[in-house]
């Protein structure tokens, strides 16, 4: 078992870097639980304090506020986000079975209509003695979870033997980009804090993963500072947004963490493995790096174990981390330069690691009833701890008057998948930042993940790039959907069904003409809302192709107090 580290306490923003919280935080609950007390093994305590980095000095100070970014900061004053909806759980929702000594560090993807959960965990005689990331999914956020055959959860990674990660895997972070998964993680090879990396891996189902990178860590420890907490590099969080990929980390040895390790530190990076076009960010702003492991100068919070999210309705990021009253939520602009919105707090028990429930590429859910005005955010902690923490339950709250459609940028994010009136009684289907005209509503029905029923102002600035008018053309090739034909363009939309409600006669053709359309575009309800990107940004999905090993079925490693 990997020994603890330095216990975070109370102290000021981190060397060479701007207060991580604003001065005002508005309470938004006090739940108390009567939990299930479970036992387990960890290294770093995932904690920062209220008060720990509440100063306003220094967040717009220095360069340009929003550098690389199309839309420039607002206000140089945090706005205050009403709230409503705020949510708990009175018992734990995710565990494994009861060999499990322990259960934290959550991630959650929804992914498909399910809510899809990694976290560390130990199931006795399932690889080397180390944690494990377990897996179990579930039809609302607050559970039930479950794998597919009943069970409370199954491991899907584990230690590999030899590799840097032999003993343990733990802290998973797990994005959905294009049709590939990605998996970042802590490993170690032994019980020893020092030396712990984050390294990566690959899936097409979630399930079954293979290691990235020849197995190697993409991040250790930068050793800049020794300290008496030797835990290293860990604890990943990863967004993917507007075709860069961003991690968040521990790195107790980095230059501006805490005496006692406490930070977080960004890099990004246009492929998955952080080497093509990588940077850090600094103090002003972020800067090409010659490797993950540059000096650590800038941390953008005092925490251990904390997550991170895109929130498109805000166009903001969004840092979950541990204070005295529960699980803070940071705001920070598109480049980290300051906080656009004053500090919130989901309030309640909790021990360690937040785990925000997050859509595709690690952006914020849209709510299906009120895209426009809610921002749902959900999180999943562990609450209780006899030898390491356990009792993950389900805690949230809503943003409500978001005015997440207020310009065009904003609206083709959040409404990236619904259909809304048009000013001809067609609909639009948003798109990639565009607009598809659909004449039929049933059709637009079909294919949308949500209808709005008022038109959207902004949406009328993205442009229109197709019309999918009643009798189309429709081909349909051996083991191939329907797809309707608009001159070059073949826009795929699923089933005889649909076909039928467009009115459209369906013409069989060959896998080599269908093949032969240049322009293949997928609307099916399944794929229309891709995560990640710009509106309208039209890079192919990274190739994950990197040198894999297989993986193992696993166990246990720790955390970052550790």
């Known amino acids: 078992m990997p020994s603890r580290g330095g216990q975070p306490t109370v102290r000021g923003s981190p060397v060479g870097g701007r207060s991580a919280a604003a001065s005002v935080v508005p309470r938004v609950s006090t739940l108390l639980l009567a939990l299930v007390v479970l036992a387990g093994c960890t290294g770093a305590q995932g904690a920062d304090r209220d008060g720990a980095a509440e100063r306003s000095d220094g967040w717009f100070s220095g360069g340009d506020p929003d550098a690389d970014s199309t839309e420039p900061a607002e206000s140089a004053e945090p706005v205050r986000l009403a709230v409503d909806g705020v949510r708990g759980s009175p018992t734990p929702v995710l565990a494994g079975d009861h060999r499990a000594p322990y259960n934290y560090g959550p991630t959650v993807l929804l992914d498909d209509g399910r809510y899809r959960a990694w976290w560390c965990s130990q199931l006795p005689g399932v690889g080397p003695p180390g944690d494990d990331v377990l897996y179990a999914e579930a039809a609302e956020p607050g559970g039930p979870y479950a794998t597919s055959t009943g069970s409370p959860a199954e491991a899907v990674f584990t230690g590999l033997p030899g590799a840097f990660d032999g003993m343990h895997t733990c802290d998973p972070s797990v994005l959905k980009v294009e049709d590939s998964y990605y998996l970042y993680y802590t490993g170690a090879a032994g019980d020893h804090n ?81 080497t093509d076009g990588l940077q850090t960010l600094t103090d002003a702003g972020f800067v090409p790096a010659a490797s993950t492991e540059d000096t650590r100068s800038f941390s953008v919070v005092d925490a251990f174990s ?44 909790w021990r360690e690691g937040p785990g925000l429930v997050r859509e595709g590429g690690g952006h914020a859910p849209v709510s299906r009833a009120d895209p426009c005005g809610r921002v749902p955010f959900d999180v999943l902690r562990a609450t209780t701890e006899v030898t390491a923490p356990t009792g993950i339950a389900h805690f949230g709250l809503d943003v409500v008057d978001a005015d997440g459609c207020r310009d065009a940028r904003r609206a083709a994010s959040v409404l990236n998948g619904f259909a809304v009136p048009a000013s001809d009684r067609t609909m639009d289907l948003v798109f990639g930042g565009e607009r598809i005209r659909v004449e039929r509503r049933s059709v637009a029905e079909r294919l949308a993940v949500g209808v709005l029923e008022e038109r959207v102002p902004a949406v009328e600035e993205l442009p229109i790039v197709a019309e ?90 720790g955390r970052a107090e550790r």
């Open 306 to 349: 904390a997550d991170l999210m895109w929130v498109d309705a805000l166009q903001s990021f969004v840092i979950a981390h541990q204070t005295d009253s529960g699980t803070s939520l940071t705001f920070w602009d598109r480049e980290f330069r300051g906080s656009p919105y004053e500090r919130l707090v989901v309030e309640g028990p």
């Open 194 to 274: 020092d030396g712990n990396g984050v390294g990566v891996a690959h899936s097409s189902d979630g399930i079954t993963w293979s290691r990235l990178g020849d197995g190697k860590p993409v991040v250790s420890a930068s050793y800049d500072v020794t300290r008496d907490n030797t835990y290293g590099a860990g604890q990943p969080a990863a967004v993917y947004l507007d075709d860069w990929f961003y991690l968040m980390f521990t790195d107790t040895t980095g230059a501006a963490a805490g005496w006692n390790g406490a930070g977080q530190f960004v890099l990004r990076a246009r492929d998955p493995l952080f």
């Open 468 to 557: 999918l008018t009643a009798g189309l053309p429709a081909v349909q090739a051996e083991d191939e959907p329907v797809g309707l034909v608009t001159g070059d363009r073949l826009w795929v939309v699923g089933d005889q069904e649909v076909a039928e409600l467009n009115g459209s006669r369906i013409t069989r053709i060959t896998p080599q003409e269908w093949a032969a359309h240049d322009h293949v575009r997928d609307l099916r309800r399944g794929a229309s809302r891709p995560s990640g990107r710009h509106a309208g940004a039209r890079r192919s999905a990274p190739n994950a192709a990197s040198a894999t090993a297989p993986i193992g079925r696993g166990r246990r490693r």
